[in-house]
């Protein structure tokens, strides 16, 4: 029975770091596609040759340290894959069940290489526009990590598609994965179970992995060899009380000399060890027969403790730094929390990461990455007050929990925490530097448990990355990708009071008159910490939010002011800017635009409005109530990337449109693709049969402007003629007249 209670205490504590560590893959998976799927550099490569993806792929997924990745269009079909290149263009088969029926990451995934534990992340540019899987296979060497870290036989096992289980990878031999695959439900797998195999007598236990399938990891406990490990403390316990009664007999003598009470000790703590109690050793005084015993039992009572404490140890700390892990930072971050009287005890968790780690590793070998990693530990632990946990939470990342900090006090603390991380390190014989970013929580300010407290404080870590700071601290509703968001929005405001924020202006060239009478008004925001931020970037986080109305009111009123400042120099133009349908929703738009008419003296013919054909669909009915009103104004009204969005001629007709704009897709190529040019021929026919006025965009090329010239397009515009400047530079640019020799060359 003794037997048995220990293999089921190894066996839960087996359970505990296997979940532990393979629950830190997971999240490592998890963490790593979310970010890659927010990569500029990826994102960017997505539509090159498949060649130049493939590598690009490939690179992220060496630097991540994953076995597999795949990245895919938004319908699935396979654009990149490290590990079958010669599936590019097939249908990724698990691709629709992983968006729309799981969570973000499955573990037992076939990729028909193999088996894999497989995370998904969508790829936005803001939308989605495809997916990427990373993914870390699951075969017999990482059974046997599992089994070098908790001391037990591991086996994983998935559904076999006939409502039974097979061994996808194990440390057992095959006849041993024979019969496991026989043995039994995943419900009784769940339990400490018999699990006879091959004629050895195994007791078993499982975990569930994943929740909506049959995926388990097994963990088995060769009982013949644990009764084979107790069989020399048995032996020895049984010479002790053979010589003990031997002893009795020949020296019943003795007894009234006080024997029976040494023995009646040793009997005592005979049978507390059985059971695991922990007694204090035995102090007998004078050597002989009994003083030996009293040795033996003392030795006995030591070993059990030790191999107790080693794998307590084991299951609450790291095996490479010896710093306690994951697990045990949480435990006692709910400890603390829950010791100390509300408000008169604070608690700051640190999460340190050190920046680019993997280029060590990559470089100087794994060898030299641990030793580092060793030191760093030690670095923090001498750093930080003798009552902070210092912990390993896997990889590069590192868990500080202080006692007693302020938040006033965060940033001097931190800072000196970094500054000793930082000093130079040697390695290989060469002199390693390292940056390190560090997210911070605090409780009770930022959650009132470990899961919060990591949360947010992995989420602070996030967003210095996105900022290049050292140090953050959560700040309220903030995650790991709205930081940087919540940032700007703060900052629309007052950066249009600083000049920040500024219009650019696109000529528009009138291919009957060849002249510039009209140009389109861009916004750009040059921000003095984090430079030229695009377009893309800060309009649709201003739309989602509902403040692209006041943007919106900004860049009217500062086009209608550009407008009157031209008609004082001479300078005749009308000016086109963008709305969305969310500003036509508001009668704010409206008002500001009555109000800077009405100030600038500019009159509202002369203002364009541009809406996109998509918006347009989608708004139909408040979109034609507000054009309507816009129209009854005096301002144009042009559709914006026509040919994109699906409008039928009967929404066309019923809506107050003065000019079509078609989309630079259709544009671009026009000179190379006769289906382009169909198109672009017939939306100009169908805009000049409606009385509209039809604008080209994105022309680049003299060939496509001989093109759209031939096709009778009314007004083109693109960076053949000029790419969006400031008003100060497209006066020079018309002054110039450059645009007259654009076709030259091109026949």
């Known amino acids: 029975a003794e037997v048995e209670r220990n293999i089921a205490t190894q066996l839960d504590v087996g359970r505990e770091v296997f979940r532990a560590q393979f629950d830190a893959r997971l999240r490592h998976l998890a963490v790593y596609s979310r970010l890659l799927g927010k990569d500029f550099g990826l994102l960017s490569t997505l539509h090159d040759d498949p060649k130049s993806l493939l590598v690009a792929v490939n690179n992220h ?26 599936r590019a263009g097939q249908r990724f088969a698990l691709a629709a069940a992983m968006h729309e029926d799981l969570p973000a990451s499955s573990v037992f995934v076939d990729a028909g290489d193999g088996v894999y534990q497989l995370a ?31 001391g037990l036989q591991v086996s994983f096992l998935g559904p076999d598609g006939a409502g039974g289980l097979r061994v996808i ?27 006879p195999l091959a004629g050895e007598d195994f007791i ?108 307590q140890h084991s299951a609450w700390h790291d095996a490479l730094t010896g710093l306690v892990n994951r697990g045990r930072l949480e435990s006692l971050v709910d400890e603390r929390i829950h010791a100390a009287p509300r408000d008169e005890r604070r608690l700051a968790l640190l999460i ?42 896997g990889g590069a990342e590192f868990g500080v929990l202080l006692e007693g900090v302020a938040l006033g006090e965060l940033h001097p603390t931190v800072d000196l925490l970094c500054n000793t991380l930082m000093r130079p390190y040697l390695a290989e014989g060469l002199e390693l530097y390292l940056t390190v970013t560090v997210g911070t929580a605090v409780s009770p300010d930022h959650g009132n448990d470990a899961g919060a407290l990591l949360r947010h404080a992995d989420a602070a870590r996030f967003a210095a990355k996105e900022r290049r700071l050292r140090h ?32 650019h202006y696109q000529p528009k060239l009138d291919l009957a008159s060849d002249q510039v009478r009209t140009v389109e008004a861009l916004v750009r925001w040059q921000h003095p910490t984090y430079g030229a931020i695009p377009p893309s970037e800060f309009i649709p986080m201003v739309e989602h939010t509902g403040n692209i109305t006041m943007l919106t009111s900004w860049v009217v009123r500062t086009a209608l002011e550009q407008l009157a400042a031209w008609d004082r120099e001479g300078i005749a133009l009308d000016c086109a800017v963008n709305v969305s349908a969310y500003d036509l929703r508001h009668a704010e738009l409206l008002d500001t635009i009555e109000q800077a008419l009405a100030e600038t003296g ?99 090329t003299p060939q496509v402007l001989r093109v759209l010239r031939r096709l009778g397009c009314d007004i083109v515009q693109g960076y053949l003629l000029s790419k969006p400047v400031s008003a100060e530079q497209l006066v020079l640019w018309l002054r110039a007249r450059s645009w007259r020799t654009l076709e030259e060359g091109a026949a």
């Open 352 to 393: 340190v990461d050190l920046d680019r780690f993997k280029d060590i590793n990559e470089t100087l070998g794994y060898h030299a990455g641990d030793r580092l990693l060793r030191e760093v530990g030690e670095r923090l632990r001498t750093a930080v007050p003798a009552d902070a946990v210092v912990a390993r939470l």
């Open 472 to 503: 953050v601290v959560y700040e309220g509703t903030q995650n790991k990708y709205s930081l940087l968001r919540v940032s700007l929005l703060g900052e629309l405001r007052s950066a249009m009071a600083r000049g920040d924020l500024t219009l």
């Open 204 to 311: 078993g236990l499982g975990l569930r992995l994943q929740a909506d399938g049959g995926a388990f990891a097994v963990l088995h406990r060769s009982r013949d060899a644990a009764l084979a490990a107790y069989q020399p403390w048995w032996l020895r316990i049984s010479e002790v009380v053979a010589g003990a009664l031997l002893l009795a007999v020949l020296g019943a003598w003795a007894v009234a000399r006080g024997i029976a009470r040494p023995i009646g000790l040793l009997v005592e703590q005979a049978r507390a060890v059985g059971p695991g109690n922990n007694a204090q050793p035995i102090a007998l005084r004078g050597t002989g027969g009994l003083g030996a015993l009293a040795d033996e039992f003392n030795q006995m009572q030591h070993a059990i403790v030790e191999r107790e404490r080693s794998i």
């Open 120 to 150: 998904a992340a969508p790829l936005q540019a803001p939308n989605t526009i495809g997916w990427i899987y990373l993914g870390f296979v699951v075969d017999d060497e990482l059974a046997r990590q599992f089994e070098r870290i908790t």
């Open 602 to 700: 500019v009159a509202a013919t002369r203002l364009t409005l541009e809406l996109t054909e998509s918006a347009m669909v989608e708004e139909l009915a408040q979109v034609r109530k507000a054009l309507a009103q816009l129209d009854a104004l005096g301002c144009r009204i042009a559709i914006d990337d026509y040919g994109t969005g699906y409008s039928s001629l009967a929404q066309l007709k019923r809506l107050p449109v003065d000019e079509l704009k078609i989309d630079q897709s259709f544009v671009s190529v026009v000179d190379r693709n006769p289906d382009d040019e169909t198109i672009v021929r017939s939306t100009i026919d169908l805009g000049h049969n409606m009385g509209l006025s039809v604008v080209a965009e994105g022309v680049e």
């Open 61 to 86: 997924r060496g630097r991540v340290g994953a076995d597999l990745a795949i990245v895919t269009d938004a319908d699935g079909l396979i654009l990149a894959d490290t590990a079958q290149p010669e």
């Open 169 to 195: 990878a194990s440390t057992l031999d095959a006849a041993r994965r024979a019969e496991l695959e026989a043995a039994g439900s995943g419900a009784t797998l769940e339990q400490v179970h018999d699990a």
